[in-house]
């Protein structure tokens, strides 16, 4: 599965690799694609994780980053219609 998040924060590419490095230690991630346009991350994980999990991880890593819910952040590719 793949949930979306709104991460702050984030200034430049090294704000990128800062949140990819942190996100992808939490136990459980499969893998982790950020967007700094956007301001947003996906993240592909086998079960949900709590959003705390992320936030901790964001902390423990020694930069201001704040993780928060998106609207409609599950992104099940199980709900796709094939033609």
């Keep these: 599965m793949k949930e979306a998040y709104r991460i702050n924060g984030m200034s430049g590419n090294k704000c990128v690799t800062h949140v990819e490095q942190a996100l992808r230690k939490v136990e459980g991630v499969n893998g982790v694609t950020v967007n700094l346009q956007k301001a947003e991350v996906e993240v592909d994980m ?29 992104l099940n590719t199980n709900d796709v219609q094939q033609s």
Excluded: D, M, R, V
């Design 46 to 74: 086998p079960s949900h994780i709590p959003i705390e999990k992320f936030q901790e991880a964001l902390k423990n890593s020694g930069y201001n980053y704040t993780i928060s819910f998106l609207e409609h952040s599950l």
